[in-house]
């Protein structure tokens, strides 16, 4: 069990670190041009690349920037689980595909729980009050378990200063899980790229998930 808890808070946080490392490495990188020349190099003296094709373009605009950047994490986060699954498999000389992937599915379905948007089992009602404890502003939300789908997810968010619940549903395609809010038209891995997908784009959501609510002492 602490295996467990300790990959999923090494896929919650691994992000940060190497956040953490690119920006201590680009200090050291600025300090060391600035050094050396009397020329200033600010964030404005680059651009964002997009290499996906045959020759790399330049991306002007910023939405676009931070979806591939979402993109990038949800793919670097699926390479964390991989390896760390793998990994236990391998100590464990488990042979074959079959139990590795159960695991890799089962992370999907549990990373969200480290996430502090997550309220787990509260109900409807207490989802509700939390909204209204946190202000009540359109494009506050919280996540939480379903009480009426076993296993299942919902999105509650606050649009014109109403609650909404938006139950997520999982589907599988191509052998693999996803988690949607439109009947598969969007399709996520797990619910941390459903999330940080809506907080660009509204979708089929009725507003973007812009505030996450703050945990509070429920009675």
Same mark, same amino acid.
């Given at each position: 069990? !602490? #295996? *467990?808890?300790?990959?999923?808070?090494? /896929?919650?946080? @691994?992000?940060?670190?190497?956040?953490?490392?690119?920006?201590?490495?680009? %200090?050291?990188?600025?300090?060391?041009?600035?050094?050396?020349?009397?020329? /200033?190099?600010?964030?404005?003296?680059?651009? #964002?690349?997009?290499?996906? @094709? +045959?020759?790399?373009?330049?991306?002007?605009?910023p939405?676009?920037?931070?979806?591939? +950047?979402l993109? %990038?994490?949800?793919? *670097?986060?699926?390479?964390l689980?991989n390896?760390?699954?793998?990994?236990?498999?391998s100590?464990?000389?488990?042979?074959?595909?079959?139990? &590795?992937?159960k695991?890799?599915? $089962? $992370? #999907?379905? #549990?990373i969200?729980?480290? %996430?502090t *948007?997550?309220?787990?089992?509260? /109900?409807?009602?207490?989802?509700? +009050?939390? =909204?209204?404890?946190?202000?009540?502003?359109d494009?506050l939300?919280l996540?939480?378990? !379903?009480h /009426?789908? &076993? @296993?299942?997810?919902?999105?509650?968010l606050?649009h014109?200063?109403?609650?909404?619940?938006? &139950?997520i549903? %999982?589907?599988e395609?191509? @052998?693999?899980? $996803?988690?949607?809010a439109?009947n598969g +038209?969007?399709?996520?891995?797990?619910?941390i790229? =459903?999330?940080? $997908?809506?907080? =660009?784009?509204?979708?089929?959501? &009725?507003? =973007?998930?812009?505030?996450e609510?703050?945990?509070?002492?429920?009675?």
């Amino acid at each position: 069990m !602490s #295996a *467990w808890i300790s990959g999923l808070r090494l /896929t919650m946080n @691994g992000s940060r670190f190497y956040e953490s490392y690119l920006s201590a490495r680009r %200090q050291s990188q600025s300090n060391l041009v600035r050094s050396s020349s009397d020329r /200033t190099i600010n964030r404005h003296d680059f651009a #964002a690349m997009d290499f996906r @094709g +045959e020759t790399g373009r330049v991306i002007h605009d910023p939405k676009e920037v931070a979806m591939l +950047e979402l993109e %990038q994490q949800s793919s *670097w986060r699926r390479r964390l689980i991989n390896r760390t699954i793998t990994g236990q498999a391998s100590d464990r000389n488990i042979v074959g595909s079959s139990a &590795p992937t159960k695991q890799v599915a $089962f $992370f #999907a379905r #549990a990373i969200h729980q480290t %996430q502090t *948007w997550f309220y787990g089992k509260i /109900t409807r009602e207490e989802a509700t +009050e939390e =909204l209204h404890r946190n202000g009540n502003v359109d494009g506050l939300f919280l996540v939480r378990d !379903s009480h /009426t789908i &076993p @296993g299942g997810i919902v999105v509650t968010l606050c649009h014109n200063q109403k609650s909404r619940h938006i &139950p997520i549903t %999982q589907i599988e395609r191509n @052998g693999q899980n $996803f988690y949607t809010a439109d009947n598969g +038209e969007t399709r996520f891995v797990d619910m941390i790229q =459903l999330v940080d $997908f809506h907080r =660009l784009n509204k979708g089929s959501l &009725p507003c =973007l998930l812009l505030h996450e609510c703050s945990h509070s002492q429920m009675s």
